[in-house]
């Protein structure tokens, strides 16, 4: 394999620190994306907006840029561009080589430290004389919000021959090998509204429904690969009135397909049954959220990630993760998909923070997989 040639770790810091201080929140991408945009541009790819805005409401679209390859293959490095609240007005301030925020505000390295990793990949394999393969950065809108801007990217937006999705935390070395299919669902339930001093014997309490619905629920960890939660409850008029109706939201997650759908079917069933066994009804209506993906380790991406960390001295480790990510949008289009550990820790929080040399790490990572990828 060709010698690695070297990141700008000065570079990389100071484009991570611009871009944390950029307000991004979700639906409001616009002034990062321009940043990330000239940035791109600069370092030499052809760069353009999706239409995906009239679908997701942002301010803009997704951006994908493309560096031309020297060789055959696609890589494609996706991260996100919103941020979760509080992150407006971020000011970063590095202390004992850790990145973090000074005041009562989230950092933002969710996900900003993807962002900057990829632009200094770009910059670094533009500038240097090594082989490379095509590599097209997507960074997505309002990914914190339900991967709008992922589900609404045109599959060929994200063909190719590996997917590096820089978003996960923990440090760099970590490969996200299965996350699960997720569904929510609302349950309305239906009663009989009737005075509850004057005549209660008359009335049918959609909440007291919903109520017995969920203390039959199983919910948390169900099994080793699911998990259910239920997350709300409203309904009712008014404290003399038996309650009409009341809605219930929650969800359930597998990596496993096939027992996502046992759940979602047991699930429905008990809210109905308790409903029906009450006087009333239950109407529940779900929604895939995202598909699963699961990667066994020797699949070929995972090894390529291997001995790419092996390359720059990472130890790699690979991992399950509950949670969706773009990866999850990706990799059911087709595309060979993992996620990475990008060095933030403690993320949709205000202790949020990202070691210098991680968000290096992650940079040379990057840099590492696709000079491999040349390699054949």
């Known amino acids: 394999m060709s010698e690695l040639p070297p990141v700008d770790p000065d570079r990389l810091l100071a484009t991570f620190l ?21 940035a791109l541009a600069e ?20 951006l994908i840029a493309t560096l031309p390859g020297t060789v055959p293959g696609v890589l494609v490095l996706s ?39 990829a632009i200094e990949c770009v910059r670094t394999l533009a500038e240097s004389s090594v082989a490379h393969p095509t590599v097209k950065c997507v960074f997505t809108v309002q990914e914190e919000v339900g991967l709008k801007g992922a589900k609404a990217l045109d599959p060929s937006s994200v063909a190719g021959d590996a997917c590096l999705v820089l978003d996960a935390d923990g440090a760099p070395g970590g490969i996200v090998v299965a996350a699960p299919t997720h569904y929510t669902f609302v349950a309305d339930f239906h009663g009989v509204a009737a005075h509850a001093g004057v005549s209660p014997e ?10 017995e619905a969920i203390t039959r629920l199983s919910v948390g960890r169900v ?12 309904g009712g008029s008014a404290t003399n009135v038996i309650a009409a109706r009341a809605r219930v939201t929650g969800e359930c997650r597998s990596i496993d397909r096939a027992r996502v759908e046992e759940l979602r079917a047991q699930m429905e069933h008990t809210l109905k049954s308790a409903a029906h066994e009450r006087g009333g009804s239950c109407d529940v209506r779900w929604n895939l959220e995202y598909e699963g993906f699961s990667l066994s380790e020797d699949a070929s991406i995972v090894a390529l990630v291997r001995g790419a960390c092996e390359d720059v001295g990472l130890v790699a480790r690979t991992f399950v993760t509950g949670g969706g990510s773009d990866a999850n949008v990706i990799a059911a289009h087709g595309v060979p998909t993992v ?8 993320v949709h929080g205000t202790d949020e923070h990202i070691e210098v040399s991680a968000l290096e790490s992650l940079a040379r990572l990057c840099v590492a997989v696709a000079v491999r990828m040349s390699a054949g």
């Open 18 to 38: 611009d871009l944390v201080r950029v307000d991004s929140p979700s639906g409001s991408e616009g002034a990062c994306a321009s940043r990330c945009a000239e």
């Open 223 to 234: 099994d080793e690969l699911s998990t259910a939660n239920v997350g709300t409850i409203e």
């Open 339 to 346: 996620a990475l550990s990008c060095g933030m820790e403690g």
């Open 43 to 62: 370092a030499g790819c052809e760069v353009f907006f999706d239409d995906s805005a009239r679908v997701t409401g942002s301010d803009v679209g997704n």
């Open 202 to 211: 008359d009335g049918r309490s959609a909440i007291v429904m919903a109520a």
């Open 79 to 117: 991260a996100h561009m919103d941020c979760v609240d509080p992150g407006l007005g971020v000011e970063p301030v590095i202390e004992d080589g850790h990145v973090r925020s000074a005041g009562p505000t989230i950092l933002g390295a969710d996900d900003k430290a993807g962002l900057a990793a």
